[in-house]
């Protein structure tokens, strides 16, 4: 171990949110004790106390890591987001700081899918409401309103990891299924990609919601859209909350004929911050509709994965600096650095800087036995290898380098 850098045991991470004790799991496996484990997300003072001490920080959907409390983060090197969203961290801020984001973009997309389609099954059956009239003791058999998704069309906005995975489960049930993404898209199976949103909406008998949460999402589904819809189609959201207006989606949905058949949706604009909230929404109470409190990802396989794979990520890049798979951040997939000492260096993309570093470690008689580099428009990215003797110069060269965002030199 170097002298210049932390040791493992010194290394804290705060992992937030109740992150599967996989995730606690692989960073022991790896080495790293020094970790806080808490159940819950926290608020943004609390957040900004706990997280200036924690070199990493890994959360889930409900932590907000804005650039405020980034900034006082003044040790954090690496965030693990442990679920596929992203926007709750201020991924330029994290980049402008230079700390890579990882997250996990597949490990519950299997799960979010297969809750979608039973979904689609029970509200087309009306189940929704029938269960909840058995629950008050009402016996109403009736098939009224009630149809097979056999030969019904899916219509999925945003057709990516989950899009895909649950266009081809619905066509093993038979659905027709079309999408609509911003982007030309492969289609699999039988699907069919539709060039203008209202015009799918016009055709689906149910439609499903799988886009991020961008400026280009945000209340991207209105009474504008729910007028688009067939009468009495089905409405599902599991992406994110601020994607629909969620008030559009309770008139569409009460009236005396409502535009729209039933919903599922398990997320919200607003969303408690832990199970001791209640949960407040202008859907309550409405028949037909299925509840849920953000669990399309929340299953046992799935959070385990997750932990293993995000945690996994953290590891690798507090040992050899690896990139892979970041969120924000230049990709640099790095072998092993046996016998040699790795410094990362991260800075403002403008020309010059890989000159000037080579010629500082020139004029210091450093040899740079191996160097990679990767940029994004506005940050650079440059791994150096030097002999172990050389790792402080080599640092002290670095820190002093124009448009240094961040050095620090690995074990
Ligand atoms: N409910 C849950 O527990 C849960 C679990 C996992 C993911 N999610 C949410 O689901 C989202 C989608 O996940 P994914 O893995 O499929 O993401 P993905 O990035 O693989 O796919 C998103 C798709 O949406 C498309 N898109 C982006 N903006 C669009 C727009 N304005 N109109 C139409 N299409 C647009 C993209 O081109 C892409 O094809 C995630 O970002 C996350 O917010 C929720
Ligand atoms: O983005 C995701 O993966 C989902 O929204 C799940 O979020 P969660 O980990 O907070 O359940």
């Not at 509840?291 to 799935?302: C, F, R």
């Not at 008689?365 to 790792?391: C, M």
Request: glycine share 8%; hydrophobic share 40%.
């Amino acid at each position: 171990m170097s002298k210049f850098s932390l040791a493992k045991d010194k290394i804290k991470i705060l992992l937030l949110e109740g992150v599967h004790q996989s995730a606690v799991q692989t960073l022991n496996n790896a080495g790293y004790t020094n970790i806080e484990y808490l159940k819950t997300s926290l608020a943004e003072e609390e957040l900004i106390e706990k997280i200036k001490d924690a070199h990493f920080v890994g959360l889930r959907s409900r932590t907000f890591l804005t650039r405020k409390v980034l900034q006082s983060a003044e040790k954090l090197i690496g965030i693990g987001c442990f679920c596929i969203g992203t926007n709750q961290v201020d991924l330029q801020a994290a980049k402008e700081l230079g700390i890579p984001v990882f997250n996990a973009p597949f490990s519950n997309t299997r799960s979010v899918a297969e809750l979608v389609i039973g979904e689609i099954l029970l509200l087309l059956r009306r189940i929704p409401e029938k269960s909840a009239q058995a629950h008050q003791g009402v016996w109403n058999k009736s098939a009224n309103g009630s149809v097979e998704a056999r030969g019904k069309t899916l219509g999925i906005i945003g057709y990516g990891h989950i899009g895909t995975q649950l266009g081809i489960l619905a066509e093993t049930i038979g659905m027709n299924v079309i999408f609509y993404d911003i982007e030309d898209k492969l289609p699999l199976g039988n699907a069919k990609q539709v060039a203008d949103l209202n015009e799918m909406l016009a055709q689906a008998d149910a439609v499903s919601l799988h886009v991020p949460e961008t400026k280009s999402t945000q209340d991207m589904f209105g009474a504008e859209q729910f007028a688009a819809m067939k009468k009495g189609a089905m409405f599902i959201n599991a992406s994110r909350g601020t994607v629909v207006d969620i008030e559009a989606l309770a008139q569409a949905l009460t009236g005396e004929s409502p535009q729209v058949g039933g919903a599922a949706i398990d997320v919200f604009p607003v969303e408690p911050k832990s199970n001791a909230e209640e949960f407040v929404s202008p859907l309550r109470g409405i028949g037909n509709v299925i509840l849920s409190p953000h669990i399309g990802g929340s299953t046992l396989e799935a959070q385990a994965n997750i932990g293993i794979e995000v945690a996994g990520k953290l590891a690798k890049y507090s040992d050899n600096g690896s990139t892979l798979s970041a969120v924000n951040f230049p990709e640099v997939s790095l072998p092993s650095h046996e016998g040699r000492s790795r410094l990362l260096h991260v800075h403002q993309n403008k020309p010059g800087i890989l000159t000037s570093i080579n010629q500082a470690f020139a004029d210091k008689g450093i040899n740079i036995s191996a160097q990679y580099l990767q940029t994004t428009a506005d940050i650079g990215y440059v791994v150096l290898e030097v002999d172990s003797d050389d790792s402080q110069a080599a640092l002290d060269q670095l820190k002093q380098i124009d448009g240094t965002i961040r050095a620090r030199v690995l074990l």
